[in-house]
């Protein structure tokens, strides 16, 4: 069982950061591959970015590529989200999730966070 915690979210400009952090509890995180995904009002939830157990591979949605970057530390039991350049289109709820594959489909993952809201003003 893992439970996942997001903080970090809040009101930012466009052109802004934010950081992200998902804190996970139980001794089984570093033996899954986490997701950051985000879900504006109205729209389906997307995967932003992927990190794999180790940290040794990463996925980025196109839109954020360049922008955002993922990262873990495994004996923190925490993944982060480093976001720049932020823009009006980031608004969205971001949510961490954990899974045992290497996919972007939400049902792929077993555990998620409750979310943390991003809002970028223009």
């Known amino acids: 069982q893992v439970q996942l915690v997001e903080s970090g979210g809040g009101l930012v400009q466009a052109g802004g950061s934010l950081s992200l952090s998902c804190a996970a509890s139980?001794?089984?995180?570093?033996?899954?591959?986490m997701g950051w995904f985000r879900q504006a009002p109205g729209k389906e939830r997307e995967l932003v970015a992927l990190?794999?157990?180790?940290?040794?591979?990463?996925s980025y949605a196109d839109s954020v590529k360049g922008r955002f970057t993922v990262s873990r530390d495994n004996a923190k039991n925490t993944v982060y989200l480093q976001m720049n350049s932020l823009k009006p289109e980031d608004t969205a709820v971001y949510y961490c999730?954990?899974?045992?594959?290497?996919?972007?489909?939400?049902?792929?993952?077993?555990?998620w966070g409750q979310g943390t809201q991003v809002t970028v003003s223009s």
């Open positions: 999730a954990a899974g045992r594959g290497w996919t972007n489909v939400n049902s792929d993952y077993d555990y």
């Open positions: 139980g001794r089984t995180f570093g033996a899954y591959n």
């Open positions: 990190i794999n157990w180790n940290g040794g591979t990463t």
